[in-house]
Nanobody
Framework: QVQLVESGGGLVQAGGSLRLSCTPS????????MGWFRQAPGEEREFVAA????????EYADSVKDRFTFSRDNAKNTVYLQMNSLKPEDTAVYYC??????????????????WGQGTQVTVSS
């Protein structure tokens, strides 16, 4: 079983930056493809970004492209979501996800077997 531990959420003003981290614990997930999703109150969980297990391929939702950067440090077994130019509409609980099924994670929650507990990101206007 893989547990995903997220950190880095918080409150920031519009235009500011935050960096989220996610570290798999328990069974190693060094070759897992990873993803980030977010869910605002009353909304469905939506795709934010995905990264291949090598870290060489990434994919982003149009709403975050050119503002967010997804990276991984396999030596530290940690992935990072750098979020810049944050907007109030980015406010949500952000979830880290992992999969061993594919070399890069998909864009739907069904593409991932393992999930973190979520971390709140709040962007004030």
């Amino acid at each position: 079983q893989v547990q995903l531990v997220e950190s880095g959420g918080g409150l920031v003003q519009a235009g500011g930056s935050l960096r989220l981290s996610c570290t798999p614990s328990g069974r190693t997930c060094r070759t897992c493809a990873m993803g980030w999703f977010r869910q605002a109150p009353g909304e469905e969980r939506e795709f934010v970004a995905a990264i291949s297990w090598t870290g060489t391929t990434t994919e982003y939702a149009d709403s975050v492209k050119d503002r967010f950067t997804f990276s991984r440090d396999n030596a530290k077994n940690t992935v990072y979501l750098q979020m810049n130019s944050l907007k109030p509409e980015d406010t949500a609980v952000y979830y880290c996800a992992a999969t061993n099924k594919n070399w890069i994670g998909g864009t739907t929650p069904y593409d991932y077997e393992f999930w973190g507990q979520g971390t709140q990101v709040t962007v004030s206007s």
